[in-house]
């Protein structure tokens, strides 16, 4: 158990809709990072959050996005939903902004668009 | 961070080390090695990290070359729940946070 919970585990929803997944990070930990892993492409860094302010960011779409609260949490918008966005969406968290440390991530949210 | 290259694919015998190399020639002086690996679809799980000396955990050890140009994972019994693909991440400390993965190596346990 690496400390960093996601929800839901799994999710099906149709072309077009919206969803929110949920990453709560490992006590202690301030950044909170987002990564998509789709079935023809590797691990894509999307977003880093870092105490409550967007620290980096990768190939995130437009019609996506996040946010980190003040309990530091982060909750990571997928809006106007295409096949394509199907995939797997990992949190992972860390202590500090940087490389300094390792990162450690959540089980996943199986995202399945129909 | 400087490119790492690993092989696509190992087999390793249950209960024999498996030894997993990474590449890593353009490595610069401030730069860490990381190993992370992936069990089917689960989400990642960091291994260990180095940077210049031999570093050694519950999990695994890791062994850097002198030059830095190389380094190795191993695993020092396997078993059939490592099968999985591991990652091997060059990064500097004071970069950005995030992980840059590759391919990686999928290494298959086999009884």
């Known amino acids: 158990d690496s400390g960093v919970t996601q929800t839901p585990k799994h999710l099906i929803t149709a072309t077009g809709q919206r969803v929110t997944l949920r990453c709560s990070p490992r006590?202690?930990?301030?950044?909170v990072y987002w990564y998509q892993q789709s079935l023809d492409q590797g691990l894509q860094f999307l977003i880093q959050y870092y105490n409550g302010e967007e620290r980096a960011k990768g190939n995130i779409l437009e019609r996506f996005s996040a946010q980190q609260f003040p309990d530091l949490h982060s909750e990571l918008n997928l809006s106007s939903l295409e096949l394509g966005d199907s995939a797997l969406y990992f949190c992972?968290?860390?202590?500090?902004?940087?490389?300094?440390?390792?990162?450690?991530f959540g089980q996943g949210t199986r995202l399945t668009v129909v | 961070d400087a490119k790492t290259t690993q092989p696509t694919s190992m087999d390793c015998a249950e209960g024999r080390a498996a030894n997993l190399p990474c590449n890593h020639s353009t490595i610069s002086g401030n730069e860490y090695v990381y190993w992370y690996r992936q069990i089917h679809s689960q989400g990642p799980q960091y291994i260990i990290h180095?940077?210049?000396n031999n570093e050694t955990n519950e999990m695994a050890s890791l062994i850097i070359t002198e030059d830095r140009k190389s380094s190795t994972l191993i695993l020092p019994h396997a078993t059939l729940r490592d099968t999985a693909v591991y990652y091997c991440i060059v990064r500097v400390a004071t970069s950005q946070g995030n992980l840059i993965f590759g391919k990686g190596t999928k290494l298959s346990v086999k009884p």
């Open positions: 992972a968290s860390s202590v500090g902004s940087t490389g300094s440390r390792e990162a450690f």
């Open positions: 006590s202690g930990d301030l950044s």
């Open positions: 180095g940077l210049k």
